[in-house]
């Protein structure tokens, strides 16, 4: 009876476990890996829980030091939005995105000295953590490229009248995917090198 008894529990302790571990690791590796560049969209708009999501996920990024060296602008505001589809045509802002999320480096938060860039690291971290949010809530994204464009930095600077200590990294339109384009497989095992070159 109570041998009995010890298998049944060690039978459910062990459902248990693998039920948690099936919900914690498939659904983060799916979305990571069927995550795709979405640059076209529905114009349907998302709420202000929604954008509070990404923003979350994007801030949870690990940064150097913990240094957290960023800040994101938010554009709802559709004449904003337009203008920057204007101004810098490869951000897809003309393509009818619900907003557009601008990831920026906030060098009053950067490191001193030889360790500042690595701001470009931790805004990249945190873009990459608000695209694989986005994918997993059914939403498409794209990151499109403004540093180290000069230009492209001055333009969106413009636009978003951001102060000279921020610099935007990039510009995330994000909405409801009017396309589904093909998850492409990049697996490339002549990039992997183990212990030596
Ligand atoms: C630093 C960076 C800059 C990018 N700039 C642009 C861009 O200006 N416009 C654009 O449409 N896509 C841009 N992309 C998206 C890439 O084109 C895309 O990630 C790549 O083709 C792989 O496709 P996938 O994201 O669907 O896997 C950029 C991506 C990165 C990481």
Redesign the pocket.
Known sequence: MRKTLLFALAVLLFAGCAKQNSNMGNPSIETIMT?????QFTGGKISAEQIDTLLRAAMAAPSAINKQPWAFIVVTDETLIERLGEA?P???CSNHPACAIVPCGDMSKAIEGTGRDFWIHDV?AA?ENL?LAAHSMGLGA????VYPGMDRVAATREILNLPEHIIPL??VPVGYPAEQ?A??D?YTPENIHYNRW
Do not use: A, D, E
């Open positions: 995550r795709v560049s979405v640059r810098l490869s951000s897809r990249s873009t695209l794209v990151w499109t490229g990039c510009i384009p998850v492409k990049k």
